[in-house]
Nanobody, 124 residues
């Protein structure tokens, strides 16, 4: 089983950058694809980005494509989300989780072991 903890959130001005980290524990971390999701106040949780267990494939929501980059360092059991050119609409709590079910990477129901989240606030 994988347990995760997110960090790296904060307050940043529009156009700025942040790097989120998702530290995972558990010997099977490298066996799982990992995903980042976000939830803004009053909205449903939405897919942001995901990466396969090998790191060979990545997936992005259209709203972040070209601005965000997901990566993983299996030696450190960590997944990263580099966020550039941030916009006020990126403001949300960002969560990472392990993809434990086969199928699409875009569906949050395929994921388990959610972290507590890290707040990202982008001011205009």
């Amino acid at each position: 089983q994988v347990h995760v903890e997110e960090s790296g959130g904060g307050l940043v001005q529009a156009g700025g950058s942040l790097r989120l980290s998702c530290a995972a524990s558990g010997r099977t971390f490298s066996s799982y694809g990992m995903g980042w999701f976000r939830q803004a106040p009053g909205k449903e949780r939405e897919f942001v980005a995901a990466i396969t267990w090998s790191g060979g494939s990545t997936f992005y929501a259209n709203s972040v494509k070209g601005r965000f980059t997901i990566s993983r360092d299996s030696a450190k059991n960590t997944v990263y989300l580099r966020m550039n050119s941030l916009k006020p609409e990126d403001t949300a709590v960002y969560y990472c989780a392990a993809k434990v079910e086969s199928g699409t990477y875009y569906d949050s129901r395929r994921y388990r072991n959610w972290g507590q989240g890290t707040q990202v606030t982008v001011s205009s």
